[in-house]
């Protein structure tokens, strides 16, 4: 393999088969091929067989598939919050600070505030996520990367929406994962779609309950229960539940953990606080908390006490005044669907900052918006078997650019397109 005489994507020989010309035991080249596998150099899908990985040594981030806003254009494309409805973070900084003068944290000292972990656990318990430890990362994908190196082994597969979050749809395979894409539709990931992927191998599961990235998909109460009849099926699968959401979304919360033996569920602060408060907590089953947090304990060893002091100063006197942020986030976002829906362009935003529209030509669409001084997100960056779209973000938009936008998108699609979308 180091030397090219076995290609990337190359399928190796049947175990028994290599046993026999090598002349050995065929628990010996199982061992060998498991060895392989551990790391990273093979990966194996059942009874299709294993084959050299392809090895990729500096991967192009999604999020470099970016568009350059033009002079005096307006950016829907970032995908950030809108920085008008972010608290300000100088009171609970200067709180920190001060906590920090009198107790630092120091070598030995308890990975996670109790009083953090007791309010993110109180919060937890109102959106009825079933009961268990609590961790601090630094955000979600950290958050997400460290569950999947407690129980997966390169080669093995994650299921994940699609369209969906780019940073995660990167991150599975850099960690030498393979990639089960998902439909999904306003409610999160069909059904029947989850049950293929774990038919195929998935050991693990990947589902954004609100505010789903790109399309704004939030999963409901119906859904939560179909899903969790598929998931029943399969107790060994691992469960991991994104609600970044949480906080900006008026939709409440169906948690599907605890239908398995492993479950995570992970809630950012980043989009209602800010995203430089690299911060998320976790909870999920004792077995799975146990391992990230002594895997944690090995690297970073626990996130800044002063960041939690700051999320929990803002917990305590910001969230019952989120109400509006996600009122605001919706308003935008409904009437930029309705806008469009009016110039007869289907879009998809139920929930969160996105709206998502499928066009015939992506690229096409994406250079017309540029023309006419809008920068949207191509598609790309979230797809991988979905058909084409864009994403635009409603944060930097005011209710009267909502109509200009649909105005012009509508320009955007020739009559040829036009007629192809309808």
Known sequence: MRTGGLAPGQLLPPMRELAAGLSVNANTVAAAYRTLRERGVIETAGRRGSRVREMRSTPTSRESIRVDVPEGGTDVSSGNPDLALLPPL???LALAASNAARRSALYGGPAIDERLARTARRMLDEDGVPDGPVAVTSGALD????VLAAHLHPGDAVAVEDPGWGSLLDLVPALGLRVLPMAVDDDGPLPREMARALREGAQAVIVTDRAQNPTGAAVGADRARELREVLAGRPEALVIEDDHGHGIVEQPLHPLGGTTERWVLVRSVAKAYGPDLRLAVLTGDAVTLDRVRARQLLGPGWVSHLLQDAVLHLWDTVAVDLRPVARSYGQRRDALVKALGAHGITAHGRSGMNVWVPVPDETGVVARLLQSGWAVAPGSRFRLKSPPGVR????????????????????????AEARRYD
């Not at 958050?143 to 460290?146: D, G």
């Open 90 to 92: 100088h009171e609970a």
């Open 143 to 146: 958050a997400i990367e460290r």
């Open 392 to 415: 635009l973000t409603v944060s930097p938009l005011t209710m009267d650019d909502i109509e200009a936008l649909a105005s012009a998108f509508a320009d955007a699609l020739s009559p």
